[in-house]
């Protein structure tokens, strides 16, 4: 009897060492299986999710106007002076002012002697203007008798004024008869305009020269005013740009991050030309129609891979 009672515990602890061996490799199987597949995640990740969501966009073509600043001011296109050409005869009367408005052989003033009367006493000499214009200047006096030859009026002549703007050696060179100009006044008017002359020395000393510019329409506009100006230098040259923001800087390169059929970015080295608000010139090193990331750049690196937002 206690035989076979011995004989069943050991078959009982047999059972219980087996089940317990059974249960200890299901563990072992589950826990290698469930580190493996955790394993396998992560590089599943690395590979397949993109690192940012951007959008892309292309080179574009448009005509930019290139300017070139200046100051300057406002003075008379000619100016005539004119006198008598008799000695000792009295000024009689002078008929105009400053500011007048004449036409070419309008009597400015008269001269008054004894020699110089017609059959009815009316006095025969005369100061007639030469051109229609503007008296900008009048010195003559009733009873005063000028030396011949001396200036009695100056007349603004046609009554035209230009901007005679200030500028460098290297500014007048990129000028050429001809190119537009827009001239600002002091309260606000712009005037439109063409460059008629361009110096062709400077001043040793100040090392500025002159360019002048014939104005449309001066008309109100006083001959001694400041005026600041800008020239169109640029012929309305096509110009292929990007946005700023897809244009990356590091140190004194720049590029940008082109977008491959695959969504990941690679680093293209472009050159740069004029700004113009958020746009930039790209002259060198992008071709056209290739896609590149328009903002986010600075987030990415080489290879990385994108998701790009359709517009």
């Not at 690192?51 to 106007?65: I, M």
């Not at 290297?170 to 006044?185: F, I, P, T």
């Not at 500025?208 to 329409?217: E, K, N, R, T």
């Not at 958020?278 to 750049?297: D, F, H, M, Y």
Request: net charge positive.
């Amino acid at each position: 009897m206690m035989k076979t009672r011995l004989l069943d515990n050991k078959a009982q602890l047999a059972k219980l060492a087996g089940s317990a061996l059974l249960i200890g490799g299901g563990i072992l199987w589950f826990g290698g299986h469930s580190a493996a597949e955790d394993g396998a995640t992560p590089a599943a990740a690395a590979t397949g999710r993109p690192a940012l969501t951007v959008r892309t966009a292309v080179l574009r073509e448009d005509k930019w106007a290139e300017t070139l600043s200046a100051n300057g001011s406002i003075l008379p296109w000619q100016e005539a002076i004119i006198g008598s050409q008799l000695q000792g005869v009295r000024i009689a009367e002078v008929k105009v002012s400053i500011g007048d408005r004449v036409r070419r052989g309008e009597v400015l003033a008269t001269l008054d002697n004894a020699i110089l009367r017609d059959d009815d006493g009316s006095p025969q000499g005369k100061i007639l203007a030469p051109d229609d214009g503007v008296i900008s200047s009048a010195s003559a006096n009733v009873g005063s008798m000028p030396q011949a030859g001396s200036e009695l009026f100056r007349l603004i002549r046609k009554g035209r004024l230009e901007w005679r703007a200030e500028l460098t050696a290297d500014e007048l060179m990129r000028l050429r008869r001809g190119m537009k100009a827009r001239v600002m006044l002091v309260g606000g008017r712009t005037l439109s305009g063409n460059v008629r002359a361009i110096s062709p020395s400077v001043d040793p000393n100040t090392r500025y020269g002159y360019a002048l510019v014939s104005l449309d329409d001066s008309n109100g506009v006083i001959a001694g005013a400041f005026a600041r100006g800008t020239f169109d230098v640029s012929g309305a040259r096509k110009v292929r740009w990007l946005p700023a923001s897809a244009v990356l800087q590091r140190g004194s390169q720049s590029h940008v991050l082109e977008v491959d059929a695959e969504g990941r970015v690679h680093e293209r080295a472009v050159e740069i030309g004029q700004r113009k608000e958020a746009r930039i010139e790209i002259s060198k090193g992008l071709q056209a129609n290739v896609p590149v990331v328009e903002s986010g750049g600075a987030f990415l690196t080489e290879g990385d891979l994108v998701r790009v937002v359709k517009e």
